[in-house]
């Protein structure tokens, strides 16, 4: 059964569908109805539906700006117009939006019945095809995912040239190739790349991604840029590009629809780790590994999207890459609990102890673990912090080859138990701030009506999804909510205490349309700015 939410401003009409057709019968369950666009918007985020039936011209928020908004908070959501014939050319603008079917009115109970059942084949498709996942039958696309393997693979994960080592020619030749396999086009101003990581859970936390799931995540990915993705180790690997301007514009919509469509779908959790851009695709090693810690930033149990540019600071490739045990350390250091370091720890050095080339293997190691935990704190914290945990500890100053195992096995659980301590203490506090600044923005902003999740993430130089996240895990509340909060405690203040006309309040208050601003302060505090006023024994200049 797929849910619908029904907008159209003409209540009667919209009222006489909901209750004249069998929704049931076509595979549909309405779950919410709206008057408006604004309206509409809110239950799209508050319910997430897989329809969205509305009609083209709404007040507030129209319906092509609608079907915009809504592709960023729910790009899995289809949409269906339901509209006069004169606004077709709107339509036509809305096709990048998953505009799945364009009616026109005046039409029947008989009729809408009838391009319900046409929708749901197209969604019912839409499921087989994403949920089964086959491979593609023709020879030359079966050719093209192998060739893809064998240029990719060795890329991201073991390359025989160290990459400050590639001549400029070499680069190019991998450009050129790249183009070839789809994965970027050539010639092109401005490309950049990014790397995702995409692993399938079950409910019960175990790794479930399979081939037929890069056709899954391949379908998404191809509505927006140029890609190319291969399977290892129970990961997805997608190499993605795209111009900078598309890249910044499509990013987080890609991978929110992807996660939503795996929830929705295959009914399985999915996380996403994201590195951050990079200018050349021999850089990819570097940006996998980005994405693969990124991951690691999600907590087990759970789904989610994570951009490493969120957790960790700093250039790309500013960091040496680390061997995998001591990567797996940093993982720990950052993610993991003081019992799993210790353990970690004491494994790693009883190891050693089996090692006959003891004392050069032990301090490779120790260099190896100082290398990491610089590296760990440096890009969780700001740059000059480092140097302040490295100086707690003395046997820095004097040396570390001429004492026990034991000694330097205590000084190095404690030297890492303390900047674990530290980039946890440190991120807590982070997010405090991070959401402070953005509170101080609405504070001051609240007036610009331009003002969205999106734009104030863009001030703060950091992605949607985690502004979003920082400010409802630190206030409990909603970007959207605090910014109405604030307008209308705003707005109320304007009505009780100055004499300035609804209007000019609605403008300082960003609000453009006086009617709008109306209906949302009535919704917020049950009574028109007009009914305040008027109950406080004011009155206003008409």
């Not at 200018?279 to 907590?299: D, G, K, N, Q, T």
């Not at 040496?320 to 720890?345: M, P, W």
Request: glycine share 6%.
């Amino acid at each position: 059964m797929y849910t619908v939410i029904f907008a159209d401003d003409e209540e009667e009409l919209r009222k006489a569908i909901i209750n004249r057709i069998d929704w049931n019968s076509v595979g549909f369950e309405v779950i919410g109805e709206a008057g408006n666009g604004a309206e509409a918007l809110e239950l799209v985020e508050k319910l997430g539906p897989d329809l969205l039936l509305t009609d083209i011209k709404m007040p507030f928020v129209s319906g092509i700006e609608l079907a915009r908004q809504a592709r960023e908070i729910r790009p899995y959501m289809q949409i269906a117009f339901l509209s006069g014939y004169e606004s077709f050319a709107y339509a036509q603008q809305a096709i990048q939006y998953n505009i799945i079917s364009y009616l026109l009115k005046p039409i029947s109970a008989e009729e809408l019945t009838e391009e319900l059942r046409r929708i749901k084949e197209k969604l019912d498709n839409r499921f087989a095809s994403l949920k089964n996942g086959a491979l593609d039958g023709d020879f030359g696309e079966r050719e093209r995912r192998m060739e893809l393997a064998e240029f990719l693979l060795p890329l991201l994960m073991d390359q025989d040239e160290p990459v400050q080592d590639l001549s400029q020619e070499k680069k190019l030749l991998m450009e050129q190739r790249a183009a070839e396999l789809g994965l970027r086009r050539l010639p092109a101003e401005n490309v950049c790349y990014m790397v995702l990581v995409t692993s399938f859970f079950s409910s019960g936390g175990e790794n479930m991604t399979a081939a037929n799931h890069v056709n899954f995540v391949d379908s998404i990915l191809k509505k927006y840029l140029q890609f190319g993705s291969v399977l290892s180790k129970g990961k997805i690997i997608s190499v993605i590009s795209a111009g900078n301007r598309d890249m910044g514009k499509y990013i987080h919509i890609l991978v929110t629809e992807i996660l939503q469509s795996v929830e929705r779908i295959l009914g399985m959790q999915c996380r996403i780790g994201v590195s951050r851009d990079f200018p050349a695709v021999f850089l990819s090693s570097v940006a996998y590994s980005e994405a693969v810690a990124a991951m690691h930033y999600i907590p087990a149990g759970t789904a989610g999207v994570q951009f490493i540019s969120d957790m960790e600071s700093g250039d790309f490739q500013k960091f040496e890459y680390i061997e995998e045990t001591v990567a797996e350390l940093d993982q720990i250091i950052k993610t993991g609990s003081r019992g799993e370091l210790e353990q970690f720890l004491t494994s790693l050095f009883a190891k050693v102890r089996e090692e006959k080339a003891m004392n050069s293997r032990r301090d490779l190691l120790v260099i190896q673990i100082l290398a990491t935990v610089y590296r760990s704190v440096s890009m969780s914290l700001d740059k000059n912090v480092p140097m302040e945990i490295l100086l707690k500890f003395t046997f820095l100053e004097q040396g570390f080859s001429r004492e026990s195992l034991d000694e330097v096995q205590a000084k190095v659980a404690s030297l890492c138990l303390q900047a674990q301590e530290i980039i946890a203490n440190h991120r807590k506090v982070s997010s405090e701030l991070l959401s402070d600044q953005a509170l101080r923005l609405i504070e001051t902003g609240y007036s610009d009506e331009t003002m969205t999740l999106v734009s104030l993430s863009e001030q703060l130089h950091i992605s949607s999804n985690y502004l979003s996240a920082t400010i409802k895990k630190t206030t409990g509340e909603t970007f959207v909510s605090l910014l109405t909060k604030k307008r209308m405690e705003k707005a109320r203040e304007y009505i009780l205490c100055t004499p300035m006309k609804i209007q000019e309040i609605a403008g300082r208050c960003g609000y453009s349309d006086q009617h709008y601003f109306s209906y949302c302060f009535k919704k917020y505090y049950g009574k028109s700015p007009t009914k305040l006023r008027e109950g406080a024994g004011k009155t206003e200049e008409k």
